[in-house]
């Protein structure tokens, strides 16, 4: 269920946008109206103006012919005002036909500008009329002429008179008719309105609520999610108040995924959250989320750390006793479990999380089905810390460029074999400060936080790069490769791409790979190897002697060297079990006529030692020290 605050803000937010969009429908609406409403009272009062102009134009006409003719006239006279009377007449109907035809028979001053055509007509005929009574009339006195004209004068202007009053009466009444038409227009556009306001409004309402439970829980087991969890780590913070968090590890999920396929591995992890949520004694200040793929949190609220704990047993025994059913097969695994009390020395969720991290990768470590209190932590913490920082020391130098390339001579040990003799190269990493870094101190990070193949990379196209700038440098040189390079299948398109673009011998060029990351990834380690013999590379098995299989290996990945550890050459002097491990691992190795190399040669004598069981290369502070390949 949606938490209550949740839906207030909801509910308010969905009402505030309602009550926006009727607003804004009202105005929009109101304005057309008006504006319709305003075009045709314009349109009407342009016919009017036109109509009014048209009876102001007769009257005077009607004066002026008055005033003259009756102070007497000629035939001139009567012949040039006959021609100006049909010349006007003849102007006000063409524009009152043009009117006429320009309106529709529907509209309101159609009727107005018929009725005024049909006057003006009536009108001109008695005008016409008029005059041809008033040229008859010089047969006659002038009072009987005089009698004429005012009979003739007072009749049309009697029907200008109701000809205006009509227009006047037709003007309101389409005054009215607009008015009316609009306010019927509005209640109807008002009332779509809101039916499409209310249909918009469910229809937000209802999104809403859609994208707040996306965001807030996790679709597959309907717990609150990742982000809900910081968001209510940000407010335990602020308010300086204390939680337990438990993050529940479920032990190898992957298996889960490979065997039952990713729907039987959504429905354990359904199960696993109904389990959680019947069986423990949660209120509703407890909240369980989760966060990632095989990652559930619990938030516990309390200052006890002792029940704390004790809790997070229970749910490691509740989880590992619980038996999945998938397609009729049974199912167990185990859990691991962080606990991390999260008090008032936090400021922010980014340290929080952090932390719990580290606490869950250190719980791993010690072994599955483990229950790990941070606050139990310290050597483990400070050095899972460093190497955090390491990691990121180790990107930056990448992007910076500030790896450094030694070599270390290996010396040949047989007799004249001195030309056969290479350097192995190193690295060094350069602070921001200038000092130097070295591999023992960022390697071991490199290769747990899976970033050591992009060094290797780095050390191979630096190299190369070398050797490309430097002809005359024509030493051969052993590359380590990390386990993580062996397990990457796209190394081997990498080392084509960048073989294939150097123009120096690249079979100068040898690999050294550690026997135990070899077997990790074997198939995978196994192509690399014979990718690079293709271009006529050597291989060497570094570390030889401490692994669990390594003569069965040795003949399987067909290497041509083999670097005895240093922890047998060390005490050869002193050990003669030690003794007895080189003798064969030499024996072996000259059966399979492959070459062999002594590491930590510290000193002549046993340089000397080895040489006379048969080893035949010595690497070691007693033949060369590191130094900067330019």
């Known amino acids: 269920m949606l938490k209550t605050r949740q839906k207030l803000y909801l509910s308010a937010g969905a009402l505030a946008v309602t009550l926006l969009l009727l607003a804004a429908f009202s105005i929009y609406f109101r304005d057309i109206n008006t504006a319709e409403a305003l075009e045709k009272q314009s349109l009407i009062h342009q016919h ?15 004066q002026e012919w008055k005033n003259i003719l009756l102070r007497g006239h000629q035939e001139n006279d009567y012949q040039y005002y006959l021609s100006e009377f049909l010349r006007q007449d003849a102007k006000v109907k063409k524009t009152s036909r043009t009117l006429l035809n320009s309106l529709s028979p529907q509209h309101p001053s159609f009727s107005l500008t018929k009725d005024f055509i049909e006057m003006h007509s009536l009108l001109s005929q008695q005008y016409q009329e008029a005059l041809k009574a008033l040229y008859a009339s010089e047969h006659h006195d002038f009072v009987a002429t005089d009698t004429i004209m005012r009979g003739a004068d007072r009749a049309p202007m009697l029907m200008l008179e109701e000809n205006e009053n009509l227009l006047s009466k037709k003007v309101k009444e389409a005054k009215l008719l607009v008015a009316q038409e609009a306010n019927r227009s509005q209640w109807v556009i008002l009332g779509v309105g809101l039916l499409f306001i209310f249909i918009v409004g469910f229809s937000f309402m209802r999104l809403a609520r859609k994208w707040l439970v996306e965001v807030t829980f996790d679709p597959t087991t309907g717990l609150h999610n990742r982000r809900e969890l910081l968001k209510d780590l940000q407010q335990v913070i602020v308010q300086k108040e204390d939680v337990f968090l438990l993050l529940v590890d479920i ?37 369980i989320y989760r966060t990632n793929a095989d990652e559930f949190v619990i938030w516990y609220p309390s200052r006890n ?33 962080a606990v991390i009390n999260v008090d008032r020395q936090y400021v922010n969720v980014k340290n929080v999380l952090s932390h719990a991290e580290i606490a869950l990768q250190e719980a791993k470590e010690k072994g599955r089905d483990t ?24 990107m930056a130098a990448i992007k910076d460029d500030r790896f450094m390339l030694h070599k270390q001579y290996v010396k040949s040990l047989a007799k004249g074999g001195g030309d056969s003799s290479y350097y192995e190269i190193l690295i060094r990493l350069r602070g921001h400060d200038g000092t130097i870094v070295f591999p023992g101190d960022f390697l071991p990070a490199a290769e747990k936080y899976h970033v050591a193949d992009q060094v290797d990379r780095w050390v191979i196209k630096t190299l190369c790069a070398h050797l490309e700038k430097n002809p005359t440098d024509t030493d051969r040189y052993a590359i380590n490769l990390s386990g993580a390079t062996l397990s ?16 120096f011998d690249v079979s100068r060029l040898s690999f050294e790979i550690t026997e135990t990351d070899a077997i990790k990834q074997f198939q995978v380690a196994q192509t690399i190897v014979h990718n690079l013999k293709k271009y006529g590379c050597r291989v060497a098995l570094d570390d030889f002697g401490t692994g669990v299989s390594s003569f069965q290996y040795l003949l399987a990945l067909q290497v041509d060297s083999i670097k005895i550890d240093g922890v047998f050459i060390k005490d050869i002097l002193h050990s003669e079990v030690n003794k007895a491990i080189i003798r064969s691992v030499v024996d072996i190795a000259k059966t399979l006529s492959i070459t062999t190399v002594a590491e930590f040669v510290e000193d002549k004598t046993i340089e000397e030692q080895v040489s006379l069981f048969g080893v035949d290369y010595g690497q070691g502070y007693g033949i060369h020290k590191p130094e900067p390949l330019v």
């Open 48 to 62: 009017l103006t036109l109509v009014n102009r048209t009876q102001v134009q007769f009257k005077k006409q009607v």
């Open 251 to 287: 032990d190898q999920f992957k298996l889960f995924n490979e065997v039952c396929g990713h729907e039987g591995a959504d429905h354990y992890l359904v199960q696993i959250a109904n389990l959680l949520q019947e069986k423990l004694p949660f209120h509703e200040h407890y909240h």
């Open 305 to 337: 750390e002792q029940k704390a704990v004790a809790l997070a047993d229970k749910v490691r025994k509740l989880i590992a006793c619980y038996i999945f059913y998938w397609q009729g097969n049974p199912f167990s695994t185990t859990c691991t479990i």
């Open 371 to 394: 229950t790990l209190n941070y606050n139990c932590l310290h050597e483990g913490i400070a050095r899972r810390q460093k190497q955090m920082r390491s990691v990121h020391q180790i």
């Open 488 to 503: 990457d299948k796209s190394f081997t398109d990498f080392i084509t791409s960048v073989f294939n673009a150097c123009t």
